[in-house]
């Protein structure tokens, strides 16, 4: 039987519904410890905690500020010894708006956009690699094994251009190339990017509610079309994707950005 202090310890943020709340929930069935890191807590998160008591840790926090970010890795290690996984899926789609709107008052909710998306990505590494790059106290891991790996939650907007979208698509093309630059410098972590395509959200959602007074119709008919035909993923076909990631990202894949359907990632995924 495996013991709390033998299972590998996932740390994850925006766990309290959609893609991370699957994804959360398909690493607990796997036999991980997990911490899970957001402002909120969903009752779907807190009938999970009671049915996975002591393995399932609440870290209430807001990405964008450093302390709570720091606070949740200390859980982790206070909790289970061990840190072998993040997957970074906090973010945020606000504001939406052309270049040219993004002035004054809205320039400032840019700069809380990257709080979330970019910087946050930063201080929980900053605070996580010492941990993530040990073999230390990680019992069962295989020679030659990576000693930990992050998974980041990007987006097809990190190589596209949705019009509305200059600050989301910006803010992951940063995350994109922090994946990279974190892939060539710690040779002991596995670092994968992934674009998680269209799971049924509460982001999908917004884009369909908000996004006429901001995108251009065609972009805008796109994500609604997607809606109606009926075409958006269960969270649980990408979330089981970053849970294998987590699990077995090799260290070829270090440094990438890959779809959550290619061939090559797709033999890692975990079944709810």
Known sequence: MTTMQSAK???????????????LEILLQQGCNVVSMQRTETPELTALAAKYPGVLLISKGDVAVEEDNKAAVDVAMQSFGRLDALILNAGTLHPLGAVSSLSGPRLAELKSLFDVNFFALVAILA????????????????????AGRVVLVSSGAATGGTTGWAAYNAS?????????????????????????????????????ELGAEHMSAADHARFTGLHERGELLPPHE???????????????????????????????????
């Open 9 to 23: 310890t996932v740390l994850l943020t925006g766990g309290s519904a959609g893609l991370g709340l699957a994804t």
């Open 127 to 146: 605070h996580a690699i010492p941990y993530l790059r040990t073999r230390e106290g990680k019992d069962g891991l295989q020679e030659g094994e990576p």
């Open 172 to 208: 992951k093309a940063a995350m994109n190339s922090l994946g990279r630059t974190l892939g060539n410098e710690e040779k002991d972590i596995v670092t994968v990017s992934v674009r998680p395509g269209t799971p049924d959200t509460v982001m999908q959602q917004k884009i369909r």
């Open 238 to 272: 990408p979330g089981g994707v970053l849970a294998g990631l987590a699990l077995e990202a090799p260290a070829e894949l270090s440094g990438q950005f890959v779809n959550w359907n290619d061939e090559k990632v797709l033999t890692m995924q975990r079944r709810a």
